[in-house]
């Protein structure tokens, strides 16, 4: 039985390091600073080890050989999920290269929308550490904080800070969604403000918000139920605000053209950096998330969505969503790979399936090759990118399960097309 | 493998070597003497009439770390314009001003070049960094890591911690995040923007610390000089941009008193304010004070016209200019208690007064300048122009016609403000070979690198004579990589992994009592997981790291 100490997790998105976790053989166990999202994501057990064809157990190399040959022949497969470290992605960008394939992250549909507004109007942005130690007012638009990253609060809120002398003095400010619990009270009692209204009404109140920023007249006294001279007192506080910041989790916006409430709130962050300091701070990147848009980004030019199918990567936000290609027919094979999530299934399809995932994922239908994999920060080092996409955590191995890691894996399956081509 | 390079131009001013007619042997990746007695070649190159120079070396490109991967994302329009197939051979990806990083490292080797250093490696980012530069093929590489602007090195300056404690700081920092220079960006300007400060003079107090960009500038100076680093320290002056900053770029070489200092991008901090648009050559001052001062190197960030993209730490300067972003979208990021970038999309235009200038300033510092051991080139990729544009520049450096043809096209209130025209020199071939291989070799400390005597890594590139300089430069006969033939008639015919050039200097382990504490309770993540193991360069089998000596440390 071994224990180690500064373990950072892949799953939360926030890039907490400061776990102990005990390890008795292939058991692993959370002693401190867990959390609902991180701790079962660790304890979650190993029950396949052995690769299958059809249900049927066979070796990594007749699966991958297989894989390789569902694989040779196809004109569109689509490779999806995309949840694995930073080699796994080179892996997986390295066969859709080979393929002509196109590149899904899981995620994208969420991701799309500060993307979208990243690439028409751009932002400024901030990272956790700056939050921690300068954020004297927070925002927190139509997201539940604490059931997205339980210990936020405690672990970069409530603490000692460079730049502030009372941190349980800061204003917490919700707008939208209510908190689930009471995390965001204070240490010394104070309350969060929260300032409600229907998630779908955010596009009309954030709209206000930021008219009143720029310092427009408003007529109507009330936007979504809320009083604009509530909203009025948000604005004045984010103008007097010496380190303001804006959060807000882009899977929380669940309504159409969320994207342009993104915009919305990120270019009223630049008016008011007109006079002082105001920065946003998008929340995400669970399981490889960022990882994925990262390692895409640097490959190919474009966060996700690309195909490879002309032999250059080309991208689309919309039309190459993986459930769109398989919808319509477009597709010819599916790779799904996630290497942190046994519950998160490939989308149905009766195509030719490749499952690349992490062991104990179980299947309504099984699929063609199912070939286990080491969850990376469990059982293999790696590296992982934190949500504000700057900081890379080093992934820790804690223990041997001989289980490959997703880029073993898909190396090998490009390999065997490579040397197909050459022969 | 015994290779043989046979009858060639070499120019190899490492060894004061001139165009002479030179044979080269090559075996394991290393160029050796002329074996003794008998012996047999495997494989020999006829190179008569060819010119033969290093391997070409990037002492400043953008190609590694968050704000390049920003710009990538930032801009699919511009990618679109320029999409690159992949083959048996190569990658696919992206080119023009954010290319992905295969087509980076193919577009170099194709140029000639061997080795891209990365100028601007957030400590808190250098993992990004060097896995970027990890997905490079071909070339060698290496970072500069960023201080000055990071609020744990302010904090000792304020508690006046004595110069030995900054010196193992700095020292602990290049080991940790695997850098081979250190750079300072607009020096404590990236900081005192986060206490809404918008602008910082050399001598104007970060309103939270009370210390000045002269005061970050002199210890950091000194303990690059002091844990014994070949690179000077690489700065970022204050005011990048500002009409007048002369004044300021003048004053920092001044105010340096003597040690070793890199001003890079001097171009962009070469501003007067005469004539009638406030805005002038501070060029030939510029190169007065680097003539005058040997303690100083320069690279001279060239613009060129077009589209391009500037990525940059200095994210105070970068949203100052935000009101240019073409196309208008850009994005600035505090980060982590330790920097900041800015991207901004730029668009440089030759009928524009200012781009112009700022075209005929950065000639103006290269012919001005007269020692090519002491000024680099380079565009400051992508922020001048693109790395894909230097061909052109060269062009630009050689041929006085084609130098003065262009700029009789330019805005004309611009060349009424420039003294290029009266300027005659031509650099030969000779002093580009200085500045692109053997002085970046030198200025880096790079050991075996940069130069074609015996004992040096075989990272060769051949030329045909052309005096069309640009034709010449931007298609190469043949490049060798470490030995290796990687490049012939301009288009890669193999590929292989470089090394990332790192130091270790020196320091006192003990500095880690102060930095833990300090991680633990300012940071957000432990210190040992912030520093970079060497297993993080093998475990994928491709990266390893060649570490190069330190100067004596009197």
Redesign the interface.
């Known amino acids: 039985m071994t224990e180690i100490r500064?373990v950072?997790s892949p799953f939360c998105g926030m890039?907490t390091?400061?776990l102990t976790i005990e390890v008795n053989g292939q058991n692993v166990k959370v002693l401190s600073n867990g959390c609902a999202v991180n701790t079962p994501a660790f304890e979650h057990p190993i029950t396949d080890i052995k690769p299958r064809i059809h249900g049927k157990e066979v070796s990594l190399d007749e699966a991958v050989a297989h894989a390789a040959s569902l694989l040779k022949n196809t004109n569109f497969p689509v490779i999806s999920g995309c949840a694995t470290d930073?080699?796994g992605m080179?892996g997986l960008l390295?066969l859709a290269?080979r393929t002509g394939a196109v590149v899904d992250n899981a995620n994208f549909n969420n991701a799309r929308k500060n993307?979208l507004a990243?690439?028409?109007?751009?932002?400024?942005?901030?990272?956790?550490?700056?939050v921690?130690?300068?954020c004297d007012v927070l925002v927190v638009v139509g997201t539940d904080l604490e059931s997205f990253a339980p210990r936020f609060f405690e672990?970069?809120l409530w603490n000692?800070?460079?730049?502030l002398e009372n941190t349980s003095e800061r204003d917490i400010i919700y707008l939208g969604t209510k908190p689930s619990g009471t995390a965001s009270t204070s240490p010394s009692g104070k309350a969060a403000q929260v300032v409600e209204c229907a998630t779908e009404n955010l596009p009309d109140v954030i709209a206000v918000l930021r008219a009143l920023v720029k310092g427009q007249q408003i007529l109507a006294t009330s936007v979504a139920g809320i009083l604009v001279s509530d909203l009025a007192a948000i604005a004045q506080k984010l103008k007097e605000a010496?380190?303001g910041v804006i959060t807000w989790t882009a899977g929380a916006l669940n309504y159409s053209h969320a994207e342009l409430t993104v915009q919305t709130l990120c270019e009223m962050i630049?008016n008011l950096?007109e006079t002082?300091?105001c920065?946003g701070f998008p929340l995400g990147g669970k399981e490889g998330d960022q990882t994925a848009?990262?390692v895409c980004?640097?490959?190919?030019?474009?966060?996700a969505r690309v195909s490879?199918a002309?032999?250059?990567?080309?991208?689309d936000p919309f039309l190459l969503d993986t459930h769109t290609l398989l919808e319509n027919g477009e597709a010819d094979a599916l790779v799904w790979v996630q290497a942190f999530n046994a519950n998160a299934t490939p989308p149905k399809t009766s195509l030719p399936t490749i499952v690349v995932a992490r062991s104990g994922m179980t299947f309504e239908k099984e699929p063609d090759v199912f070939i286990p994999v080491g969850t990376p920060g469990i059982d293999h080092?790696g590296?992982a990118?934190r949500l504000d996409?700057?900081?890379?955590?080093?992934l820790k191995k804690l223990r041997d399960s001989n289980l490959p890691s997703t880029?073993t894996v898909l190396n090998a399956i490009e390999q065997h097309l490579r040397e197909e081509?050459?022969c | 493998m015994l290779i043989k390079l046979t009858g060639g131009l070499v120019y190899d001013p490492a060894s004061g070597v001139d165009g002479k007619q030179q044979d080269i042997y090559i075996q394991h990746g290393k160029i050796i003497n002329k074996p003794i007695g008998e012996f047999q070649v495997d494989k020999e190159y006829d190179l008569k009439g060819k010119v033969v120079m290093s391997g070409a070396i990037d002492m400043h490109t953008h190609i590694g770390g968050g704000k390049g991967n920003i710009a990538r994302m930032l801009l699919p329009e511009d990618h679109r314009l320029d999409p690159v197939a992949g083959n048996h051979i190569c990658r696919s990806g992206c080119g023009h001003v954010a290319p992905s990083t295969f087509i980076t490292g193919y577009r170099y080797a194709e140029m000639g070049y061997t080795a891209g250093f990365e100028p601007a490696v957030l400590p808190i980012n250098a993992r990004q960094a060097h896995m970027e530069m990890g997905d490079i093929p071909i070339l060698d590489k290496g970072g500069y890591v960023m201080l000055g602007s990071d609020d744990y090195l302010l904090r000792m300056l304020t508690a006046k911690k004595d110069q030995k404690a900054i010196n193992d700081y700095v020292a602990w920092t290049m080991n940790a995040a695997k850098a081979i220079g250190v750079k300072v960006v607009n020096p404590g300007g990236i900081n005192a923007f986060k206490f809404n400060q918008r602008k910082l003079d050399l001598d104007e107090q970060n309103s939270h610390y009370g210390v000045t960009p002269r005061d970050i500038l002199q210890v950091l100076a000194t303990a690059v000089k002091e844990i014994g680093i070949s690179k000077p320290l690489h700065v970022h002056g204050c005011n990048l941009g500002v009409p007048g900053n002369i004044e300021t770029t003048l004053d920092t070489i001044q105010g340096i008193g003597g040690l070793p200092m890199h001003l890079t991008h001097i171009q962009f901090h070469s501003y007067g304010t005469e004539g009638d648009f406030k805005f002038s050559s501070g060029a030939a001052q510029i190169a007065e004070a680097v003539n005058k001062n040997k303690n100083i190197t320069i690279d001279v960030g060239q613009i060129l016209f077009g589209q391009t993209v500037t990525a940059s730490g200095d994210n105070m300067r970068q949203h100052a200019n935000n009101k240019f972003a073409s196309p208008a979208k850009w994005v600035t990021m505090d980060i982590e208690c330790d920097s900041g970038c800015g991207v901004v999309p730029f668009k440089y235009k030759d009928q524009n007064f200012v781009n112009a200038l700022q075209w005929a300033i950065g000639l103006e510092t290269f012919l001005l300048v007269d020692d090519p051991w002491r000024i680099f080139l380079t565009t400051d990729h992508p922020n001048g122009a693109p790395f894909t544009s230097y061909p052109h520049l060269i062009r630009l450096l050689m041929d006085r016609t084609f130098r003065n043809d262009v700029l009789s096209t330019l805005h004309p209130e611009a060349q009424k403000m420039t003294t290029l025209a009266s300027i005659d020199r031509e650099y030969t071939l000779q002093e580009i070979a200085i500045m692109t291989r053997a002085g970046a070799a030198k200025l880096i400390g790079l050991e075996n690198r940069g130069g074609l005597s015996a004992g040096n890594w075989a990272d060769i590139t051949i030329y045909t004579d052309n005096a069309d300089r640009q034709k010449m430069f931007e298609k190469p006969d043949y490049v060798f990589k470490d030995g290796e033939l990687v490049v012939v008639d301009g288009k890669v015919v193999h590929t292989k992994w470089g090394t990332t050039h790192i130091v270790k200097p020196n320091f006192d382990a003990g500095v880690e009592k102060d930095l833990r504490t300090y991680f633990d309770k300012y940071l957000t993540m432990k210190l040992d997981n912030f520093k970079i193991s060497d297993d993080e360069f093998t475990e994928d089998g491709r990266g390893h790291l060649t570490t190069h000596p330190l100067n004596s440390v009197a």
């Open positions: 500064d950072p890039g390091d400061d930073v080699n080179r390295a290269d993307i990243l690439q028409d109007s751009g932002w400024m942005n901030t990272t956790l550490a700056e921690k130690n300068r672990k970069y000692e800070a460079m730049f010496k380190y630049k950096n002082t300091r920065s848009n990262q980004g640097w490959t190919s030019g474009y966060a490879f002309k032999g250059y990567p080309a991208y080092t590296h990118y996409n700057v900081v890379a955590i080093r880029a081509v050459v």
